[in-house]
């Protein structure tokens, strides 16, 4: 049984690859590493939450911490608790993966992600722990065993946070659609939305413990657009499971990612002068679209891994305000430490209010999207196929002949046993081509590489987790 960090924690089948007593050895490490004397922890809506998050207490508090139950939140919601009580803690939750996946993702005592090294200790502490030939120190006993408590004002208190970044200002009547990927945010979302005077139809916010990002929330916008259309409402705003990424949907049925959102808050933060440094962070998944407006509006780009972590350390590096990626994420720096799909579905309706334009026509013309063609290859290992020869020189080649036109992008994926594959180039035909070209290439290493793998008398690692 092993355990090891990706880019966003901890993450497998629930109750086959995370099981509770994972989730216990996790908490017993994640206590002895990162030292303090209360831990926040909070939950999706997955059947398996309560489960997990019980045994991951059950760790903590068996090395003497408290543990303060949260419940059912936002992942931005405990990030935010985190930061406010300057504790550590952390949410149960595989984000838009399937219901029957889980994961544990910690937080330090500032709401941020832990960074490599306490990972890498924490991973240290978990093997031996996890080792039972080894003798580890003696447990907590008697007045030093931590406690389990909880926090019932936690969503009231993160709403106000939520509403405080308005400023006082109202939606006055907005028409808005949220769909809230039966996840942490199928309350909290509509309820914010609605307190900041907005008109809410809400739709996915009906959590049975197994519908969690089925068929809605940010990875189906087309169920926002139904909602938009039938209720001739001006926004849709689609979360994902753990309400950390947000796709917008305008009245027209218009799906804004990412890209769109960070184009658009940019141009507001950069004519308001709040945007720190004249600079965004954005991942190299970015359309170059995005990239070549920004160089428009005169707004310098840094380009990270892909990972929202790794955005949020370029920005803490740099001090910027403003940092995302094409797939929701995005991070108001100044009002948050993660990214927090709830407040930028806030601020996107605020934004709209305050220009009283639609969503259509403030996005129209901003980001003249290049064609980008993603295909995802089924791979046992993927970074082994990744950093196959074979693979690198297919991906050499086309690069080289795409030259400046286009760019190849090629991954292994942080949240499932893929390998992603991304050509982006203003000839759509050309991009099609040249994926197909470079897919060909992954599979055929990947059918070595398994081949391999099954040859070796060493067992293969375990899987990696989320990004």
């Not at 690069?399 to 499932?416: H, M, P």
Request: aromatic share 2%; hydrophobic share 45%.
């Amino acid at each position: 049984m092993q355990a090891t960090f990706g880019t966003d924690g901890i993450r497998g089948v629930a109750n086959q690859e995370l099981t509770p007593e994972l989730a216990l050895a996790v908490g017993r490490a994640v206590a002895r590493v990162v030292l303090s004397e209360r831990f926040a922890i909070g939950r999706d809506s997955r059947r398996s939450g309560a489960m997990l998050q019980a045994a991951l207490s059950a760790g903590l508090v068996s090395e003497g911490a408290d543990v303060l139950d949260l419940g059912v939140l936002p992942t931005p919601g405990v990030a935010w608790y985190c930061e406010r009580n300057g504790i550590p803690g952390a949410v149960i939750s595989a984000s838009h993966n399937p219901f029957q996946d889980n994961g544990i993702k910690v937080f330090g005592a500032g709401g941020l992600k832990l960074d490599n090294v306490v990972e890498r200790s924490i991973e240290a502490e978990l093997e031996r722990r996890l080792d039972a030939a080894r003798e580890g120190p003696r447990p907590a006993a008697g007045h030093s065993v931590g406690r389990i408590l909880d926090d019932l004002a936690v969503e009231e208190g993160y709403l106000d946070h939520l509403l405080g970044s308005l400023e006082g200002r109202s939606l006055g009547g907005l028409p808005v659609v949220v769909d809230g990927a039966n996840g942490a945010a199928w309350r909290v979302l509509p309820d914010v939305l609605s307190r900041a005077g907005a008109d809410v139809t809400a739709t996915g916010c009906e959590p049975d413990g197994v519908n969690i990002n089925e068929g809605c929330g940010s990875l189906h916008p087309d169920n926002a657009a139904r909602e938009v259309a039938a209720r001739g409402a001006s926004l849709g705003l689609a979360v994902d499971g753990d309400g950390d990424r947000l796709v917008a949907v305008s009245e027209s049925g218009a799906v804004v990612d990412g890209d769109g959102l960070i184009a658009l808050f940019a141009r507001d933060l950069q004519a308001r002068g709040r945007l720190a440094g004249k600079t965004v962070a954005v991942t190299v998944m970015s359309n170059l679209g995005l990239l070549r407006v920004l160089e428009e509006m005169g707004v310098a780009v840094r380009q990270t891994a892909v990972g929202d972590r790794y955005v949020l350390e370029e920005m803490a590096r740099h001090g910027l305000s403003l940092g995302g990626e094409q797939s929701g994420h995005v991070i108001f720096r100044d009002q948050a430490t993660t990214g927090d799909g709830i407040l930028t579905g806030l601020l996107l309706a605020d934004l709209m209010v305050r220009e009283g334009r639609s969503l259509d026509d403030m996005v129209r013309g901003l980001v003249d999207k290049v064609p980008q063609v993603l295909v995802n290859v089924p791979a046992g290992d993927p970074k082994a196929v990744v950093d196959s020869p074979s693979v690198r020189e297919a991906a050499a080649a086309i690069e080289a002949k795409l030259g400046a036109s286009g760019r190849v992008l090629l991954r292994a994926s942080g949240t499932e046993p893929l390998v992603r594959v991304m050509v982006e180039c203003d000839d759509e035909e050309t991009a099609t081509a040249s994926v197909d070209e470079l897919v060909a290439a992954v599979v055929d290493a990947a059918v070595v590489v398994g081949a391999a793998s099954a040859a070796s008398p060493v067992s293969a690692p375990g899987s990696e987790s989320p990004s």
